[in-house]
């Protein structure tokens, strides 16, 4: 039976929901306005003079090739990185899910990563990586391997998948743990005893009963890479070489801080805001529908 809390007036459910209320207005509606309004004005780089001019500014980016290419490489960037941080995270939680001595010890050290500040794992990839100082790209150097994200963008793309991948893996981890745990032992054991077993148990049996766990994590891990990883591209590649490491929520930065196209990147804000709010619904309807 679905329990309810009765108030005796108005003012106690008010005052209890109003902080929320104020954060949602202060750090989401009044920005998330504040960045439409923007995005129907022209302003110059001084941000005196605004002009009204519609829709100018979503037209403008959907006919750049330069937003275009952002596009492209942003979808590129998440599915590698969704793909790749997913996988780990189900492999080391099917490992971590076994009855291995020190199995505590273990989960606990496949968590800490995500406890790591994106701009913080940025740097110690450039200890490991940097062309001149890094450990691993003077081992690479010496077999031969000419790694060097600074000026080839292909090898800055790779890196940068590399550590938001490597940065999520704990994530995933965590839900995938929970999901191999919550399946009931009496289904692995009928499965067993009709001769399932090793992957083809994981492939029939397994995976289906995790379906709702991964597209949860399918959805969270495609924000993630999406918007969460700006830091650490930031902090590593600042978007380049050239432009070969700028998503979507990179060029939005570059565009409104650095050159100062407010109004283009007042637009850009816009278009991401709709494609969380798309992602989210959608997240949420097949969650509802998968529950009841």
Not at 26 to 43: G, I, K, N
Not at 46 to 58: D, E, K, Q, S, Y
Not at 223 to 230: G, H, P, R, T
Not at 249 to 264: P, S
């Amino acid at each position: 039976m679905e329990r309810r809390t009765l108030f005796g007036g108005r003012l106690l459910p008010a005052v209890l929901v109003a902080p929320q209320l104020a954060i949602t207005i202060l750090f989401f509606l009044l920005p998330a306005w504040r960045a439409f309004s923007e995005s129907v004005q022209a302003t110059d780089a001084f941000g005196l003079n605004t002009t009204f001019v519609g829709l100018a500014n979503f037209r403008a980016l959907l006919d750049s090739p330069v937003y275009q290419a952002a596009l492209l490489r942003t979808v590129a960037f998440c599915a590698a990185v969704t793909v790749l941080s997913m996988a780990g995270g189900l492999v080391l939680a099917c490992f971590a899910n076994r009855g291995i001595r020190g199995q505590s010890v273990y989960r606990v050290l496949l968590i800490w990563p995500y406890a790591i500040a994106p701009a913080l794992a940025s740097v110690i990839f450039v200890f490991l990586l940097q062309p001149q100082i890094g450990l691993l790209s003077n081992g690479l150097s010496r077999l031969g391997i000419d790694f060097n994200y600074a000026t080839n963008g292909n090898d800055a793309f790779g890196l940068i998948v590399l550590i938001a991948a490597w940065k999520q893996v704990s994530y995933n981890f965590i839900f995938y743990l929970a999901g191999l745990q919550s399946v009931p032992a009496s289904v692995i054991e009928a499965a067993t005893l009709d001769g399932a077993r090793g992957f083809y148990r994981f492939r029939t049996v397994i995976w289906p009963l995790l379906a709702p766990t991964t597209f949860f994590l399918l959805v969270i891990n495609t924000v993630y890479a999406a918007f969460d990883a700006f830091a650490l591209i930031f902090a590593l590649t600042g978007g380049g070489p050239g432009s070969s490491t700028t998503t979507l929520v990179v060029k939005v930065y570059r565009d409104g801080v650095i050159n100062l196209d407010l109004g283009g990147s007042a637009a850009q804000s816009v278009i991401l805001m709709a494609l969380i709010v798309v992602l989210t619904t959608i997240q949420f309807r097949y969650t509802g529908k998968r529950a009841t």
